[in-house]
């Protein structure tokens, strides 16, 4: 049993957790997003610089009653697509700068969570109060410094669409606009006014998920206390799992409230993600508990010696029980349809560990009612698994989560009962349907950008067709409205860079303000010690459980800016410059002309660049996907006693349903 749990261990390693969040986040927050809408935009800017050459006339007949906001000349619309052009032009150039400056500072998060950690290890409780602070101090600085180069990028989109969509709506109301095109103008603008609305949202999303992490983290913090406080002492085995169920629930916690924040979709009037996402974030405990029911059964047999506890004369049952009811009363009043399954976990329990509770004492029972009993055991341990498979496929959480530095420790001297060998079992099955469903949300995010790409080019295609004095009103239009559209895409994506940045400071605060002083308050106290794993450790172990997942998150944009960077480099910056020297022409020049072919050709290329690279990113990430599970099927096949066909079906059939289900209906809501 030791090496399964080993081998599980050596497959939990920070790094490891780190590429799988990556991999599992990247068809949902990848770079290509930011990039594919670039070299359209970037032409269809240079195409409004060659319009502005053109016939001339005011848009100032009916003005709006408190001024134009935005437009600056307003006699004049040649010079309003001119301001277009080059707020376009300033954006593009600031996006590219200010992505790189997050590059760089994301890239030494890793190095202060490292610093934090080996703090964090000391013994001495005055030391991490002294040196700790620093090491947060300096995520939050980063978090906050990228934070507001995030916000500066998205306003200088901003300032475009709200120009675009200004001039479009000052041309309705001179009366340039008629008929269909007119529709299509208005329905337009509304989808932008709609897409703000979205966006302010997703930020109050952000801001409630905050105060839900200080909520969960405080109720975390009083489990512990109330589960430890009244368990007796020698429970060791039984006292880490709890710990251990606890622990992982507040991975979950931190998970959730990244996914929340990720999130791209509205949410739905009928369903809380706040609810769903505390629901979910009870998979890790429930699951533990459960196995420390499972714990006492070894074969055919229940230990009723393992369960009933002769010294102080109570059920080791009895305690898992009281840990149910409280899951169970934690969830009551949430408002979603997740939380009846928990009901069904928790009341399933509850019978089995009061029955067990009863026998417990003299362990007298027929073969008939013991067998009952281990079926039932059993079907607990099937329940709860498939509900951590659903909550993984929820959050876009690995199924190998590293645990905190000491309570690794700590749990090294636990041995290892038969359940560790179905949860290793188990997660190779997660991993393999986790890994497809991946590997199938990378292959539809590769066909939406392909189908975004098709649609912005459309466009350029007729534009292109023509000769700039054969250019009509009515196709300057509609070139317009697709700026809008193309510009709203750009701004989409730093709107959640933003947000994950808002991600990390909203967890570096709540651990400086929160876990941190509560680890004073406990460093002060003389507890009673009834684990080797104290009320110390664990406060340690909640701080470090924060800065990592911050620098996970910071990680994942480390990532994601650092292919930008390269990919605007490469393809964009080029003709960000060429947009200038454009914009800097006298239209009647010969260079305008030679300029604008090309800015036309190099956006054309970028494009395909850009295409090509999005292709082959997606190759190598199926097979890095398919490299991590041969890696976890290897490692854990080398050490599990072989598995019937019957058990690995049935084990492979609940997991992909708890993907599958997920994905096609609340992941579609949620993820």
């Known amino acids: 049993m030791t090496e399964v749990v080993k081998s599980v261990q050596s497959l939990c390693k920070i790094e490891d957790f780190r590429e799988d969040t990556k991999k599992i986040m990247q068809p949902y927050a990848n770079w290509e997003k930011f990039l594919v809408p670039g070299p359209v935009s970037i032409a269809i800017l240079g195409e409004l610089v060659c319009i502005s050459s053109d016939v001339d006339f005011s848009i100032n007949k009916n003005p709006p009653s408190g001024g134009f906001q935005f437009i600056k000349y307003p006699e004049s619309f040649r010079a309003c697509l001119m301001q277009v052009a080059n707020s376009g032009w300033a954006a593009f150039n600031e996006a590219h700068k200010n992505m790189d400056q997050i590059r760089l500072h994301t890239a030494s998060v890793p190095g202060?969570?490292?610093?934090?950690?080996?703090?964090?290890?000391?013994?001495?409780?005055?030391?991490?109060?002294?040196?700790?602070?620093?090491?947060l101090e300096n995520i939050a600085t980063i978090s906050k410094q990228c934070t507001d180069l995030a916000k500066n990028t998205e306003k200088k989109f901003n300032i475009v669409i709200n120009l675009i969509q200004e001039l479009l709506e000052a041309c309705v109301n001179a009366k340039k606009i008629y008929g269909d095109e007119l529709e299509e103008v208005q329905r337009n603008i509304e989808a932008a006014k709609e897409k703000k609305k979205a966006s302010d949202k997703a930020n109050e999303r952000a801001t409630k998920a905050y105060e839900e992490l200080n909520k969960h983290l405080e109720e975390a913090q009083n489990t512990y206390n109330t589960a430890i406080n009244s368990m007796p002492s020698g429970w060791e085995v039984l006292g880490m799992n709890i710990v251990e169920g606890i622990v992982q629930g507040i991975t979950g916690i931190i998970a959730q409230c990244t996914t929340i924040i990720g999130s791209d979709k509205r949410e739905d009037e009928n369903k809380n993600i706040f609810a769903t996402s505390n629901v979910f974030s009870k998979s890790g405990q429930l699951l533990k508990y459960a196995q420390s029911v499972r714990d006492f059964v070894h074969g055919n047999k229940i230990s009723w010696s393992d369960i009933y506890d002769q010294q102080s004369e109570k059920s080791k049952t009895a305690f898992l029980k009281e840990q149910f009811e409280q899951i169970q009363k934690e969830v009551k009043d949430e408002s979603c349809r997740e939380k009846e399954l928990v009901a069904n976990i928790c009341t399933k329990a509850v019978e089995l560990c009061a029955e067990l509770t009863k026998i417990a004492p003299t362990g007298k029972y027929d073969d008939a009612k013991t067998k009952e009993l281990i079926s039932g055991i059993q079907d607990l341990f099937m329940q709860t698994h498939e509900f951590d498979s659903k909550s993984k496929s929820f959050s876009n959480t690995p199924v190998f989560t590293p645990q905190p530095p000491l309570l690794s420790k700590s749990s090294e001297k636990k041995g290892a009962g038969e359940a560790a060998v179905e949860n290793a079992r188990f997660r190779i099955e997660q991993s393999r349907a986790q890994l497809e469903k991946m590997r199938e949300a990378q292959k539809q995010s590769l066909e939406n950008l392909e189908k975004n790409q098709k649609e912005l080019t459309e466009i350029l295609i007729t534009l292109r067709s023509c000769e700039v004095k054969e250019i009509d009103f009515t196709t300057t239009i509609k070139m317009l409205v697709k700026g809008l559209d193309a510009m709203g895409r750009v701004k989409e994506q730093w709107e959640k860079m933003v947000r994950f940045f808002q991600m990390i400071s909203s967890i570096i605060e709540t651990c400086l303000s929160t876990s941190l002083n509560n680890f004073v308050k406990t460093s002060e106290k003389s507890l009673e010690?009834?684990?080797?794993?104290?009320?110390?450790?664990?406060?340690?172990?909640?701080?470090?459980?924060?800065?990592?997942?911050a620098s996970n998150v910071a990680s994942l944009v480390n990532m994601i800016s650092g292919t930008y960077v390269e990919i605007s480099e490469k393809h964009l910056m080029d003709r960000v410059s060429s947009l200038g020297k454009l914009m800097a022409l006298n239209p009647k020049s010969e260079g305008f002309v030679s300029e604008r072919l090309k800015l036309q050709k190099g956006c054309d290329e970028a494009q395909e660049a850009i295409k090509t690279l999005v292709s082959e990113n997606c190759e190598t990430y199926d097979k890095k996907t398919k490299q991590r599970f041969e890696t976890i099927q290897r490692e854990l096949n080398a050490v599990l006693p072989p598995a019937s066909e019957k058990e690995t079906e049935k084990l492979r059939s609940i997991t992909a349903a708890a993907f599958k289900d997920l994905s096609t209906d609340d992941a579609n809501q949620f993820c």
């Open 112 to 135: 202060y969570v490292t610093m934090a950690a080996k703090i964090l290890l000391q013994d001495n409780d005055e030391l991490v109060q002294t040196l700790l602070p620093d090491q």
């Open 529 to 549: 010690k009834k684990l080797s794993y104290d009320t110390r450790m664990f406060q340690k172990d909640l701080i470090y459980q924060q800065a990592f997942h």
